[in-house]
């Protein structure tokens, strides 16, 4: 190891049954450098941060740390922190009724003559240290979480942290709590500690950052100084295409062609939500196919579930056919022809122990009212209809909707939705995680359904099955829309480079 490497990871592998989830990644981080580790979705990011913290245990590789002889063995979190190797995830993981003081020593303390002046004087001192705007003695929970996520990190510094690992940390905050972390992390910086830092942010990564690792399906795609890395070339590498990659757009002959195709079935103005979505603008016609694009993250999914209210919507209009409508929750949405296919089938999606049929007429029953069940003719015909519509393969309408392939149950919850006859569909990864044959299938329904004059939202992270599917992106960044891609515009170097801020090189 080099003189200011701090922790090196080398032909890591991780396999999980069926999945190569790390093959042969390496990793470098240096003392006082914030380090990127970038991908998308799935590119192995958490799994990598996981084999480090002794979460996961490695299948090949070796790790190396400053001041130790040889390879390292983690088999627990409890391992990695023993040798300075520190997470700070996400989801606070501290105790928001406890003192600041205690949330730093908590696991550190016996409980048994405790010298409680003592360990606020020193908790005290190390957030004046850190410049934390937070008193030993308060309630952890009645500071923001900017500055609970910083006492997180004064707990992992004061516990002699050499590798600080930050996970999301700023998902949650807004701009003058981002500011006050990267104040903090350039601080940690000067110190000497390397911090690997993990987000789907580009604007961030190029504000607080010196290195980027991207890793794409379990793969090192490369390793990269910040000045050497253009962000349109990092999407580039995210995504695994070339700028000059072209993709054959779709049949515009199937375009809806009635007198009413450039009529706004829905639109939507100033919407924002608690998820953190800025206020944006948003539109559909009558048998149009568009949809929403950006890297993981980026709050396409967001931007749909605020429209059908899934949500809480705190500022904004919707109209539908012009006339304002008001969507406070998804039934409202429903009951308006609105439908909504949701990102995570299994979350969201499907009721696992429930039958094929029973997931099948769930929306259709919830717009009846559960008082009016419909009769089990009904159903059974409903069923039977739209599993042969769909072609979905079970061995019957009676069995269960888990024990149906992935592909398979996501089907079943298109028929849920169809069986409702809905005028906009919004559908939110409907093709993650199904075979080719299937995304195939779902793709030429979106553009049959829109040739009959349904509008859709179509979201996909496959750039590829977008331009194929869709007439116009909206491309967004950071939770925000960016801009706009239509007509010629509708390309992977075009989207690309929107999504980069506008660089072209």
Not at 35 to 52: D, P, Q, R, W, Y
Not at 121 to 132: H, M, N, Y
């Amino acid at each position: 190891m080099k003189d200011n490497v701090v922790l090196e990871m080398r032909n890591i592998h991780k396999y999980f049954p069926g999945v190569r989830a790390l093959q042969n990644v390496d990793f470098t981080l240096c003392e006082g450098e914030i380090h990127a580790l970038m991908g998308e979705n799935g590119a192995g990011k958490s799994t990598l941060i996981k084999v480090l913290t002794g979460v996961y245990e490695k299948d090949e590789g070796q790790i190396f740390l400053k001041g130790k002889d040889k390879a390292v063995a983690i088999h627990s979190p409890q391992d990695a922190q023993k040798l300075g190797i520190s997470t700070v995830y996400q989801e606070i993981t501290l105790c928001p009724k406890l003192s600041v003081a205690e949330n730093m020593y908590i696991g550190r303390l016996n409980g048994i003559g405790v010298n409680w002046r003592k360990l606020n004087k020193d908790a005290d001192a190390i957030l004046e240290s850190l410049d934390i705007p937070a008193k030993a003695t308060q309630q952890l929970g009645s500071c923001s979480l900017a500055v609970q996520q910083m006492v997180a990190i004064a707990r992992a510094v004061d516990m002699d942290c050499k590798v600080l690992i930050l996970d999301e940390p700023t998902s949650s905050l807004d701009e003058q709590e981002v500011a006050k972390l990267f104040k903090l992390m350039r601080d940690l910086k000067s110190r000497g500690v390397g911090i690997i830092f993990v987000t789907h942010f580009l604007d961030q990564v190029y504000e607080v950052c010196d290195k980027i690792t991207v890793l794409r399906d379990g793969q090192l795609v490369g390793e990269y100084e910040i000045k050497d890395l253009p962000r349109v070339k990092l999407v580039a590498k995210m995504l695994g295409k070339e700028l000059d990659d072209t993709t054959e757009i779709k049949d515009t002959s199937l375009v809806y062609d009635k007198e009413d195709a450039g009529k706004h079935v829905l639109e939507v103005e100033g919407l924002a939500s608690v998820s953190g979505i800025k206020p944006f603008d948003f539109y559909i016609n009558k048998g149009e196919v568009n949809g929403f694009t950006g890297l993981l993250g980026s709050g396409r999914s967001e931007c749909v579930r605020a429209i059908f209210g899934a949500d809480k919507v705190v500022s904004g209009t919707v109209k539908k056919d012009g006339k304002v409508i008001k969507i406070n929750k998804p039934i409202d949405a429903m009951k308006n022809g609105i439908a909504y296919l949701p990102e995570d089938r299994k979350r969201d999606g499907i009721i696992g122990d429930l039958s094929v049929r029973e997931n099948i007429i769930l929306a259709l029953q919830v717009l009846k009212g559960f008082f009016k069940p419909l009769s089990k003719a009904e159903a059974n015909k409903f069923a039977e209809e739209y599993i042969k519509l769909l072609e979905i393969k079970t061995a019957s309408a009676d069995t269960p909707i888990k024990s149906l392939s992935g592909g398979n149950q996501q089907k079943a919850i298109l028929a849920r939705w169809l069986l409702t006859h809905p005028e906009y569909l919004i559908l939110d990864e409907p093709t993650r995680g199904i075979d080719i044959g299937t995304k195939i299938d779902i793709q030429k329904l979106v553009l049959k359904l829109a040739s009959e004059g349904m509008s859709i939202t179509f979201i996909s992270s496959e750039t590829d099955e977008m331009l194929r599917t869709c007439s116009r992106l909206v491309v967004m960044r950071d939770r925000k829309v960016v801009g706009e891609v239509s007509g010629d515009d509708m390309n992977q170097s075009k989207i690309m480079s929107t999504i980069a801020g506008g660089e072209s090189k």
